[in-house]
Antibody
Framework: QITLKESGPTLVKPTQTLTLTCAFS??????????VGWIRQPPGKPLEWLSF???????RYSPSLKSRLTITKDTSKNQVVLIMTNMDPVDTGTYYC?????????????WGQGILVTVSS | DIQLTQSPSFLSASVGDRVTISCRAS??????LAWYQQRPGRAPKLLIY???TLQSWVPSRFSGTGSGTEFTLTISSLQPEDFATYYC?????????FGQGTTLDIK
């Protein structure tokens, strides 16, 4: 059974740095082709793709957020961490992590439940 | 970035209706397109990938077609549980952009 779960602060102040952790089970980021991505959704708005990390440590970022994002993995802990700097109220939303299988181009087949992050002073 | 434009943005329909949602890509993406269903307050769920391949849990009333820049998601006979928001996502290039969504509600 594959599961993913996001964790981190639910309230951050403007200019602070957000660190989110995706803890997963049922698959390994050592397995060829497997990757984990981050997607966010402001309240009432569409999904926005943020970042991806692959089994081979390939890292991708949204061009509009690239300067603020860092993604890393810890395969021994089955975790992926997303860091977003200089948070702003417009970054308020639900942040999801999700699994993908890159060569198959199947999209995100398993999702975490999401974590609502509010940016406010 | 590849832009995905969904139409319509909102759709009112009745149980039993046949509905079609369109997704247009700003450049060709072969068949590298996925569709997701999202119910309020829930994470999205993958419905279809490779434009037309249904995930195992998806009922056969759902179908997807298209290639290149034009794609459609069709629900042949709406059921109450189908009223949700649907998103397309291109899987051809990074960033893996999403469409703006189509909300399907009960007429």
């Amino acid at each position: 059974q594959i599961t993913l779960k996001e964790s981190g602060p639910t309230l951050v102040k403007p200019t602070q740095t957000l660190t989110l952790t995706c803890a997963f089970s049922g698959f390994s980021l050592d397995s060829s082709g497997v990757g984990v991505g981050w997607i966010r959704q402001p309240p009432g708005k569409p999904l926005e793709w943020l970042s991806f990390i692959g089994w081979d440590d390939d890292k991708r970022y949204s061009p509009s957020l690239k300067s603020r994002l860092t993604i890393t993995k810890d395969t021994s802990k089955n975790q992926v961490v997303l860091i977003m700097t200089n948070m702003d109220p417009v970054d308020t939303g639900t942040y999801y992590c999700a699994r993908t299988v890159v060569p198959a181009k199947v999209g995100f087949d398993y999702w975490g439940q999401g974590i609502l992050v509010t940016v406010s002073s | 970035d590849i832009q995905l434009t969904q139409s319509p943005s909102f759709l009112s329909a009745s149980v039993g209706d046949r509905v079609t949602i369109s997704c247009r890509a700003s450049q060709g993406i072969s068949n590298y397109l996925a569709w997701y269903q999202q119910r309020p307050g829930r994470a999205p769920k993958l419905l279809i990938y490779a434009a037309s391949t249904l995930q195992s849990w998806v009922p056969s009333r759902f179908s997807g077609t298209g290639s290149g820049t034009e794609f459609t998601l069709t629900i042949s006979s709406l059921q109450p549980e189908d009223f949700a928001t649907y998103y397309c996502q291109q899987l051809n290039n990074y960033p893996r952009t999403f469409g703006q969504g189509t909300t399907l509600d009960i007429k």
